[in-house]
């Protein structure tokens, strides 16, 4: 067992301990079986390399796709399995501490929220390789696969640190990225190209996606796209319009692309999606990125 005694900085004061229990990956077979677990002696922090899978989590049903962190927290139950036509493939890490929740909690993760989006997922592939490398249920490893667990969650807090340059509203970064996302709000109806939203936001083209990369951490067109997701998750189960007509209404002329782009997203089709009793807020990817300027 490693104890951090922090004397600065976000986790200044705590007293934490940490121990690597487990640290494995698997490519998860289509048809296995749901998982439910109390998770009573360690918590658990998976990153989903490919595929889609759900996690039920305080009564939630959560779609998780690549690029998607989810924390099984000690003393919680949790329910998880993979999508059958694109299950999941994950690199897991079972570990103990006295405070898992003081220790996450800088990076967004809580029992209430335990998941979060990772667009930057390339930066922390190495990290977790690593980290699978050096285990091999040793006492001699334990210090290796502690330091790289620790730069991976060092990893997360700095992101969730960069997000908090939004809540600057002085920021002239903040306030350029907040009038383009809000005026790609009020036109995903529209077929914008990057060039449309750079010109009518007063904006150059490699300035606009620079601040995007930098505070959203995806390009402006990625952005629009998931958007229309969202808007149309809502009308999907809000009306009976056509699939097709639905399409039209968020900016997408093409219905098979618009099909790919919102199975890419929510990881089944929209009929699928419009025939579940999914309630999920699709809008809620927009308080974790903190540009819910709706």
Known sequence: MIHLDIEGGILAGEDLSLRIQRVGQEHCDPKKKHEMRKWDMYSSL???LYGSGVLYAN???IMLTKGDAFMLFAGNEYEYYPVSHDP????????????AEA???PCGLTPEKPFL???ELPAYIDLLKDLYEAYDAGDVQQLRCSAYFLLILG??????????????ESSVKHRHVRDIVTYMNNNYRLQ?????????NHISVGRMMALFSELVGMPPLAYLNRFRISAACEMLKKTRAPIGDIANAVGVEDRLYFSRLFKKYKGVSPR????SEEQEDPYAWLKEHNVDFR
Not at 192 to 200: C, H, S
């Open 117 to 119: 989006h990772i667009s």
């Open 46 to 48: 998976h990153f989903v």
């Open 272 to 275: 699928e999606y419009r025939a």
């Open 88 to 99: 999941w493939s994950y690199i897991w890490v079972d570990f103990r501490s006295n405070n």
């Open 59 to 61: 009564g939630k049903k």
């Open 155 to 168: 990893e997360l807090v700095k992101r969730t640190e960069r997000t908090r340059l939004y809540r600057g």
């Open 103 to 105: 220790m996450f909690a």
């Open 192 to 200: 914008l190209t990057v060039q449309d939203i750079a010109t009518n």
